[in-house]
């Protein structure tokens, strides 16, 4: 069984930068995708970025493309979310998620919650002045 934890979260200034943490255990993480989703009070869960088994593929959404950045190391079972020039509607609970490779692929236009299966707890990122 997959495990993730995410970690990297707080609180930031508006234009400021974070990096979120996801760390895999109990299982290999090579074969999986995995995508960074976000949900805001409110809000339903949404899709930010994804990464393909390899690091080979991305995906980002059009409201983070240009300011995050996802990247993965297999051998340390890690992967990342580089987000910088942040913005207060950035504000949300982070969570990722491990999915079949398939999912965050060219034949996928958006990156949907619900066809990822191993899910972490989440981290609240807050962006206010």
């Known amino acids: 069984q997959l495990q993730l934890v995410e970690s990297g979260g707080g609180l930031v200034q508006p234009g400021g930068s974070l990096r979120l943490s996801c760390a895999a255990s109990?299982?290999?993480?090579?074969?999986?995708?995995v995508g960074w989703f976000r949900q805001a009070p409110g809000k339903e869960r949404e899709g930010v970025s994804c990464?393909?088994?390899?690091?080979?593929?991305?995906k980002y959404a059009d409201s983070v493309k240009g300011r995050f950045t996802i990247s993965r190391d297999n051998v340390k079972k890690m992967v990342y979310l580089q987000m910088n020039d942040l913005k207060p509607e950035d504000t949300a609970v982070y969570y990722c998620?491990?999915?079949?490779?398939?999912?965050?692929?060219?034949?996928?236009?958006?990156?949907?919650?619900?066809?990822?299966?191993?899910w972490g707890q989440g981290t609240q990122v807050t962006v206010s002045s």
């Open positions: 109990g299982s290999t993480l090579d074969y999986y995708a």
């Open positions: 998620a491990a999915g079949p490779n398939y999912f965050c692929s060219d034949y996928m236009s958006t990156i949907r919650p619900n066809d990822y299966i191993y």
């Open positions: 990464i393909s088994s390899s690091g080979g593929s991305t």
